[in-house]
């Protein structure tokens, strides 16, 4: 285990993988280390869907290795590619099949020649901060404790765990009260009656503030998204049968017609990085999903012959520790729609804020003229180590910020970019600082993404 790579990235959602694959195509020495036994983070271990957003009205601004992935799902059926968002909040998501994504990024890693360690977690980092490098990090695995080093690190474990041990400059939470958005426990239904569901939903429309602008989305389209519900949800919530608080039911149909993801238990107060928090969060997750399930079947058309697959099967986890890195991202640059020189990445997820407190949801939709925004390279290193690189949703960004760019889209394309740029860095042998941009740039392009 004692070896040296020219990389290792450290957790393997979309983001690690990506950066994983985007490295060792450029003919690097890879090690991704997964904790899950496989890949694809909150989208495989935590029932997350659908991928939501590629694009900004029609303009997709998110391809590259992302949309390699969505092609090779298409594939394998595994798919059905971009399709319009019937409740209106993005105009394309991209629903899944969570088994055959799992198998796509095995393949992709394979295809990369990347090694992989399942079961595997960043215990330890080793650092040298006199020289601003770090050394070496721990491994927990079945086989005990082992030790493995490279020339540049890539922290992608969604909260920053690798940074944090190495002791890099973090932040946790928003600004006055340190809360994190609040945790969700996901649910997976299969065998919903999506007619019954669609004509309750078309015969009620003025009950579906988001939804009722788009009778003839939802009549032709082959996979409901539905917001609303929230007279039942009230109801419940009267009678004692829903105990937390959340103002509507939220849930996506897979790319399987009558499979359901929702997305609705609340879980506030909770440091997802608190080991002890994050374990009672599970359980209480669970206990939510329960009251919700019991509600689904008796209030909801269209669920009451629908089979709960699975909870979780891990809670989710929103946002937790940020970098505090060259540039922090700010909720002004998402509005105004900044175009950085230094980009490496496009967006159009608008800004959505969970409660910290309970109920309700602040969404800005404001994107400058053209409905998107920027990253720039800036949010992925940090002043103090010339060998991190910190992606995916724990890049450096205020709370406000981290609310739009934490989706899977995104995520996917700050991978790549860590990937492309920790490679760069060991060919022109220069610190994340001294990058030349134009040169991140051209290697970006080449890769497909759309900047
Ligand atoms: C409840 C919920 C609903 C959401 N809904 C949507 C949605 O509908 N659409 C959408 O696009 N996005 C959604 N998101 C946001 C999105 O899922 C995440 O923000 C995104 O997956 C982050 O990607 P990532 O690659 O940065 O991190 P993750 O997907 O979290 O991946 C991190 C990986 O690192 C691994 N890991 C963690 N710690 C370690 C360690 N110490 N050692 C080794 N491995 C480790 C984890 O197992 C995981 O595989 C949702 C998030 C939540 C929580």
Redesign the pocket.
């Known amino acids: 285990m004692n070896r040296l790579y020219d990389i290792i990235v450290?957790?393997?959602?979309?983001?690690?993988?990506f950066a994983a694959v985007a490295a060792a195509r450029a003919g690097k020495n890879v090690l991704l280390?997964?904790?899950?036994g496989y890949?694809?983070?909150?989208?495989?271990?935590?029932?997350?869907?659908?991928?939501?957003?590629a694009h900004a009205g029609e303009k997709q601004v998110i391809g590259g290795l992302f949309q390699e992935m969505v092609t090779r799902l298409e594939e394998k059926n595994g798919s059905c590619g971009h399709v319009r968002d019937t409740t209106g909040y993005v105009s394309y998501?991209?629903p899944f099949s969570a088994e055959t994504m799992k198998l796509v990024l095995d393949e992709m890693i394979e295809d990369s020649d990347c090694h992989v360690l399942f079961h595997?977690?960043?215990?330890q980092a080793e650092a040298d901060c006199q020289n601003g490098r770090i050394v070496s990090v721990a491994?927990?695995s079945k086989g005990g404790l082992s030790k493995v080093k490279a020339v540049i690190y890539i922290d992608?474990?969604?909260?920053g765990?690798?940074a944090y041990?190495a002791e890099a400059p973090m932040r946790k939470g928003r600004q006055g009260d340190g809360l994190s958005?609040p945790?969700?426990?996901?649910m997976k239904y299969d065998m919903v009656d999506r007619e019954i569901l669609k004509h309750h939903v078309l015969e009620h429309l003025e009950d579906f503030p988001r939804l009722k602008d788009h009778r003839r989305l939802i009549e032709e389209s082959g996979h409901l998204s539905i917001a609303g519900f929230s007279k039942e949800m009230e109801a419940a919530r009267d009678r004692g049968e829903i105990t937390f608080s959340r103002e509507e039911l939220l849930f996506?149909e897979t790319d399987t017609q009558g499979e359901f993801?929702v997305?609705t238990t609340r879980i506030i107060g909770k440091d997802g990085t608190n080991p002890w928090e994050l374990s009672e969060s599970e359980r209480e997750g669970r206990r939510q999903c329960w009251e919700l399930d019991l509600f689904l079947r008796k209030s909801i058309p269209g669920f009451a012959r629908a089979h709960l697959i699975q909870t979780g099967p891990?809670?989710?986890?929103?946002?937790s520790r940020q970098l505090a890195g060259c540039y922090e991202l700010k909720e002004e640059d998402i509005l105004e729609g900044r175009m950085f020189d230094s980009r490496i990445a496009l967006a159009a997820?608008p800004i959505d804020i969970h409660n910290p407190h309970g109920s309700g949801t602040d969404s800005r939709f404001q994107m400058g003229a053209n409905g998107y925004y920027s990253i720039p390279y800036e949010v992925m290193y940090c002043e103090k180590y010339t060998n991190l690189f910190v992606?995916?949703?724990?890049v450096s960004a205020s709370f406000e910020a981290q609310a739009a760019i934490?989706?899977?889209?995104?995520?996917?394309a700050?991978?790549q970019a860590a990937g492309t740029a920790a490679a760069l860095c060991i060919e022109e042998n220069v610190r994340p600082a001294d990058l030349r941009r134009s040169l991140l740039r051209e290697a970006l392009l080449a890769g497909g993404a759309i900047l």
């Open positions: 450290a957790g393997g959602g979309l983001a690690g993988t280390v997964e904790k899950e890949l694809g983070g909150t989208l495989t271990n935590c029932g997350v869907g659908p991928m939501m957003t998501l991209t595997t977690q960043i215990a491994l927990c992608a474990t969604g909260d765990d690798l041990m958005q945790m969700t426990m996901n996506f993801i997305n891990n809670i989710g986890v929103r946002g997820y992606t995916g949703r724990c934490r989706t899977t889209p995104t995520t996917a700050l991978g």
